[in-house]
């Protein structure tokens, strides 16, 4: 998608590390979100975060929201084999549509 | 049990087909979404609705129509079906706007030869 987008394609960690995925959006937003898709199944929402909020955290998930650079993350402590899968950002606007980006495959190996 | 169900998994046709995927949520959701995922590409609007009989235009709507006909029914229409139509297609369903989660189903392989 141009107006959200991950920053990185790919990234590969080692269990039990940390790890954290970038993105970016061109427009204002009234929130974004960030979802996991494991493979064979439809995404599934991990954080929402709006737009007056700078972080929220999810068990072993943070994710912050910086609206002057247009920046999101999503950092996942502790990782485990079963956080591998694709995690995207999606920007919601007030036209009522969610976009989303293009998605960072993250690999975490034993 | 899943809220959000698809149907048909998985559909071959040929080019220039009619092809009808279908959508189901029990979540009473109003607002609901059909998405297309291509390699490289992410998720992608296709049509979403806000209610029964509403229609709302996405990102990528040529070549689809799509009609809502309940608040728990959403149908996406692919009158001539061609090769780049085929993709994953993914429903969704939400209770309000962008600011609230969606739900997904599990998706509809379209391969169009």
């Known amino acids: 998608s141009q107006l959200a987008e991950e920053n990185l394609w790919a990234l590969s960690v080692h269990e039990g590390e940390s790890v954290t995925v970038n993105c970016s959006y061109k427009t204002s937003i009234t929130a974004l979100q960030w979802y996991r898709q494991k493979s064979g199944e439809g995404p599934a929402q991990l954080i929402l975060?709006?737009?007056?909020?700078r972080e929220k955290r999810n068990g072993r998930l943070r994710a912050t929201l910086d609206t002057s650079s247009q920046s999101s993350s999503l950092s996942i402590t502790a990782t485990r084999c079963e956080d591998t899968a694709v995690y995207f950002c999606?920007?919601?606007?007030?036209?009522?549509?969610?976009?989303f980006g293009d998605g960072t495959v993250l690999t975490v190996k034993p | 049990e899943a809220a959000v169900t698809q149907s048909p998994r998985n559909k071959v046709t040929v080019t220039g087909g009619n092809v009808t995927l279908s959508c189901r949520q029990t979540?009473?959701?109003?607002?609901m979404y059909w998405y297309r995922q291509d390699t490289g590409h992410g998720l992608r609007l296709i049509h979403y609705s806000y209610g029964a009989g509403n229609l709302q235009i996405g990102d990528v709507p040529d070549g689809y129509k799509a009609t809502r006909t309940t608040q728990e029914d959403f149908f996406l229409l692919l009158e001539l079906a061609s090769p780049s139509q085929t993709s994953l297609y993914f429903c969704?369903?939400?209770?309000?706007?962008?600011?609230?989660?969606?739900?997904f189903g599990e998706g509809s392989r379209l391969i169009v030869v």
């Open positions: 969704a369903s939400s209770e309000g706007q962008s600011g609230n989660t969606l739900y």
């Open positions: 979540n009473s959701h109003n607002y």
């Open positions: 975060i709006r737009s007056n909020e």
């Open positions: 999606a920007m919601g606007t007030n036209t009522g549509k969610l976009t």
